[in-house]
Each structure stands twice: as structure tokens, then as C-alpha cells.
């Protein structure tokens, strides 16, 4: 079955620390690749995206996530990140090819707290 | 302003007692879905929709119903509540187009049944 997994599901990080979210995935054909973002009480909001091209990929507020296909893996990283980065942050991953539905297979989902 | 909307956006009710959510979306989008959110679990796909009256079962359909007579509404039914349906229910939207499927999602609603 198809599934997505998220490494880490608490961290911690003080302000301008560097940031790496992991995920995986197993699929074997081809994908498009997500990372959303929920702030507290607030909605999912996507961070970035991958369908196809350079496999880093830039998304808002200074986060960026790369794509390597022979790991199945699409991380997230940040340089410095900052108070208001603490969110929960889930990694999805949509199935491409025939029968595509535009589901999205969700990870379990990262909870990052960061001291200021 | 394109936007995914929920109604109601908090809920409490007893079991057994029929409730809707609504959904509606203003981006023309074919595609619809419906996802609780649990904790340590993520989100996980209830029912999906790829266009008017076609519907189908995605990963934890049991004791939801869904419709799709018009291509911006989604309801999503319980039509006896339990308390394991105590959730955070998201509706999302997406479209095949240039978009990748990317899915816009609502703001969710806050079910509690008691």
C-alpha cells in the first residue's frame, strides 16, 4: 500500500537553528511530491511543491525541500528558523499515472516548536 | 477570492443524531475530498470526488456518505454519529489542470460527538 512517513513527529529548535524535516515515501511510479503547513487553529497552507524539474525546489517563507528520487525522499529544510515557524508540517504525496483521483497520501504529520 | 468554505466550523452533538457538513469551492475545480485529521495519524482521505455525481470510497469511509450534484458543493453526511467520529474534518479542492493537483483546502470543522 501506498504510504508516507514522517521521521520526526516532535521537534524542538531554538531560534536560528537550521531546520530538517524527513519523509519518504513508497511508490514506485511517478509522484508529486508536498509539504503543507498548518499554524495553530489555522487551515493546511501549501509550503512548496515538486511535479517535475529541478529536484530542489524553493517554497514561501524560506523553506525549500529537495526531491531524491533513488531514496524516495523529499525533505524539508530551513536555514534560520524563527518563532513563527512553529507549526505542524505534513509531507503528502499525490500518485501520478492512470486512475489518478488527485488523492493526496498524507505523513503523519511533524510538530515543530521553536524557542525564541 | 479563491476559497474552500465549511459549515459549520464547530459542532457538538450526540449519537446517533443525522448531521451535515457543507463544502463548497469557487475555483471550478473537478476534484473534492474530505479528510479527518487525527492525532499522530494525519490526515486521512474519507471520500473523494473527480467530478458531478462521481464519487468513491478513499481510506476510512465507514460511516460517512457523501454527494456531488453540483461541481462546487461536497456535503459530507454522517448519518449516525459516533464518538470515534470525533475529528477535525477538512474539505479540499483540486484541479488536474497545470496545478499538479495541488489541493486548496478549508478551514476545517471541529466535530465532537458525545
Known amino acids: 500500500a501506498q504510504s508516507v512517513s514522517q521521521h520526526n513527529h516532535h521537534v524542538i529548535l531554538s531560534e536560528a537553528a537550521s531546520l530538517e524535516l524527513g519523509c519518504n515515501y513508497s511508490?514506485?511510479?511517478?509522484?508529486?511530491l508536498f509539504w503543507y503547513v498548518q499554524y495553530p487553529g489555522q487551515h493546511l497552507q501549501l509550503l512548496l511543491k515538486?511535479?517535475?524539474?529541478?529536484?530542489l525546489v524553493k517554497g514561501i517563507k524560506g523553506f525549500e525541500a529537495e526531491f531524491i528520487k533513488s531514496k524516495f525522499s523529499f525533505n524539508l529544510r530551513k536555514p534560520s528558523v524563527q518563532w513563527s515557524d512553529t507549526a505542524e508540517y505534513f509531507c503528502?504525496?499525490?500518485?501520478?499515472?492512470?486512475?489518478?483521483?488527485?488523492?493526496?497520501?498524507f505523513g503523519q504529520g511533524t510538530t515543530l516548536q521553536v524557542k525564541p | 477570492e479563491a476559497q474552500v468554505t465549511q459549515n459549520p466550523r464547530y459542532l457538538i452533538t450526540v449519537t446517533g443524531k443525522k448531521l451535515t457538513v457543507t463544502c463548497s469551492q469557487n475555483m471550478n475545480h473537478e476534484y473534492m475530498s474530505w479528510y479527518r485529521q487525527d492525532p499522530g495519524l494525519g490526515l486521512r482521505q474519507i471520500y473523494y470526488s473527480m467530478n458531478v455525481e462521481v464519487t468513491d470510497k478513499g481510506d476510512v469511509p465507514e460511516g460517512y456518505k457523501v454527494s456531488r450534484k453540483e461541481k462546487r458543493n461536497f456535503p459530507l453526511i454522517l448519518e449516525s454519529p459516533s464518538p470515534n467520529q470525533t475529528s477535525l474534518y477538512f474539505c479540499a479542492s483540486s484541479s488536474a489542470g497545470t496545478s499538479g493537483y495541488e489541493q486548496y483546502f478549508g478551514p476545517g470543522t471541529r466535530l465532537t460527538v458525545t
Open positions: 515538486y511535479f517535475s524539474g529541478d529536484p
Open positions: 503528502a504525496v499525490s500518485p501520478y499515472g492512470s486512475g489518478n483521483t488527485g488523492k493526496l497520501i
Open positions: 511508490y514506485g511510479g511517478t509522484v508529486n
